[in-house]
């Protein structure tokens, strides 16, 4: 049910398929990009990401079949405050850490909030998807379905998933499940789904919460989309604890924020901030600043900072 998504030649230092609905970016701070001397006559063009290969599924249901699960608020919300740096990874030498007041940055999938919806299962193969990771030496992973993968913001997200039997799995979205998945839907790994039935069952109702795991994988890293260069350049967080809100580049003397891809790079499209320092923000509003690293294709590059727990 999910397709693998575009895995070009392209999680952390200690390390199936389509785009998402719309959502509120953060605003950031943006000035006019710096344009160098000389270039090339044309332009670098965003390399269309390779298609993956359909995985072998379940069939889905029609969308006539399928009843739209509720996401349900809770009464205590994530309050807007300030993140707590996490124990040693705050120590970030020449990088810097800053939190400032956390904004509506979660889009559809919010802190604190209950979901309902359906689990399917998909053959996961090697573990890469949408999101353009990679292989993934755990299974434990999903597809988000197309509405609430966003664009590619639930990326990354580890998710609980409980079944009504009181089995319960902690997956990571690495995934996007096309139409007709419906919102609340999670294509899981078979590895996954048989943690909370028999593969046999096809079809289970579940609930789902984000987390922000204790154990994170290390410190986060930061990789350029193959072809990148001083002219054109994408940018990918991988390893991130929590979800990521918004990526900005150093370009003009302030901060430039980048478009988000559905295969889950940010884009500079004239080579503004490729190669300079670089600021992420995770959806409790937490900024963290990396020094400047050099645009190698293709190569994960750590840092030494990590998302705060929550």
């Known amino acids: 049910m999910a397709i693998g998504a575009p895995a070009l030649l392209a999680f952390a230092l200690l390390p199936g398929s389509g785009g ?78 800053s939190a400032p007041a956390a904004a509506a940055l979660a889009g559809r999938i919010k802190p604190g909030a209950g979901y309902q919806g359906v689990a399917t299962s998909y053959d996961a193969a090697d573990g890469n998807g949408a999101c353009s990771f990679g292989p993934s030496d755990d299974m434990m992973i999903a597809a988000m379905n ?4 966003e664009t590619s913001r639930a990326c990354g997200a580890s998710v609980l998933v409980r079944a009504a039997n009181g089995a319960s799995v902690t997956v990571r979205i690495v995934n996007e499940c096309p139409l007709p998945c419906a919102p609340g839907q999670l294509d899981l790994s078979h590895e996954a789904f048989g943690k909370l039935a028999d593969l046999s069952v096809g079809r ?21 989309k193959p072809g990148s260069s001083q002219w054109w350049c994408g940018i990918q967080v991988i390893g991130h604890r929590n979800p990521v809100a918004a990526l900005e580049v150093r370009a003009g003397g302030g901060w430039r924020q980048l478009t988000r891809t559905d295969y ?12 300079g320092a670089i600021r992420v923000t ?20 750590p840092t030494r900072v990590q998302f705060a727990r929550h």
């Open 20 to 97: 998402g609905g719309a959502s509120a970016e953060p605003a950031a701070a943006s000035l006019a990009a710096t344009q160098p001397s000389t270039r090339p006559d044309t332009p670098a063009a965003d390399p269309a990401p390779a298609t993956a290969p359909p995985s072998a599924t379940t069939p889905p249901p029609s969308a006539a079949a399928t009843p739209s699960p509720s996401a349900t608020t809770p009464t205590s919300k994530p309050s807007a405050t300030t993140a707590t740096p996490p124990p040693s990874a705050a120590t970030t030498g020449s990088s810097v850490r």
């Open 282 to 301: 995770d959806i409790y509003g937490e900024q963290l600043t990396l020094d400047a690293l050099p645009v190698k294709p293709d190569v994960v590059q």
């Open 264 to 275: 889950n790079y940010f884009l500079s499209p004239d080579g503004s901030g490729c190669g």
């Open 146 to 149: 197309f509405t609430d993968y």
């Open 204 to 224: 289970l109702p579940i609930t789902w919460t984000l987390l922000s795991p204790g154990t994170a994988p290390g410190a986060m890293s930061i990789r350029y």
